[in-house]
């Protein structure tokens, strides 16, 4: 099946400061999701990007499907940005999401 | 409009025992997917349903199963409770119409003592 790494795996950020957040994924895909898991265990959505790039505010992404790798990037980072984010694929057979390792940030006052 | 919704939220059982998680999907979304997450790990694919046939079965034993009802919330059952199916487990959403963006409720955390 389909292989998603996530790095780094672990982060600690300076409130104010920026980061970049990457996904690599082994095969093609149909879809492409960024998540921020909160403390009490919510997928929060952030992006559907399966390519191109997006922006929400302090957050943007960059999905190139034909390298195979997503970025996340989030700017002027804050105490509440901390958490668990998670990048998930869905290959050709269109019926699941495989979740990477994701990335622990913890971002100090 | 809410969103997903999955009942109870936190749940002690005892090894051996059975139980039966349940999910509410987005109004509208005919796809619901179940999702396994351990301490550290990502989530895991369970089962996938659309139109209330499973469409996808991910690497779990036969103590796992689900169903799909007519109003499209499901059921996610675990029979003979192991110590290792502590977890949270996740139901998500989506339309399935072309747009297959999923949507997370809050989790079931199951506690196998």
């Known amino acids: 099946g389909i292989q998603v790494e996530q790095s780094p795996p672990d982060l600690i950020l300076q409130e104010g400061a920026n980061s970049t957040l990457r996904c690599n994924f082994s095969d093609s895909v149909n879809n492409l999701q960024w998540f921020h898991q909160n403390p009490w265990g919510q997928l929060i959505n952030l992006f559907y990007i399966p390519s191109g790039t997006k922006q929400n505010g302090r957050l943007s992404a960059t999905t190139v499907a034909t390298e195979r790798y997503s970025l996340l990037y989030i700017s002027s980072s804050q105490t509440t940005d901390s958490g668990v984010y998670f990048c998930?694929?869905?290959?050709?057979?269109?019926?699941?999401?495989?979740f990477g390792g994701g990335t622990r940030l913890m971002v100090k006052p | 409009d809410a969103g997903v919704t999955q009942s109870p939220t936190h749940l002690i059982k005892t090894r051996g025992q059975h139980v039966t998680l349940r999910c509410s999907p987005i109004?509208?979304?005919?796809?619901v997917s179940w999702y396994q997450q351990v301490l550290g790990q990502g989530p895991q694919f369970i089962f996938q349903?659309?139109?209330?046939?499973?469409?996808g079965r991910g690497n779990f034993p036969d103590r796992f199963s689900a169903r799909q009802f007519p109003n499209y919330s499901s059921e996610l059952n675990v029979n003979a409770l192991l110590l290792g199916d502590s977890a949270l487990y996740l139901c998500?959403?989506?339309?399935?119409?072309?747009?297959?963006?999923?949507?997370f409720g809050q989790g079931t955390r199951l506690t196998v003592v």
């Open positions: 109004s509208g979304h005919k796809s």
């Open positions: 349903y659309y139109e209330k046939e499973e469409r």
């Open positions: 998500a959403s989506s339309s399935w119409d072309g747009n297959t963006e999923a949507f």
């Open positions: 998930a694929v869905e290959g050709d057979a269109g019926n699941m999401l495989t």
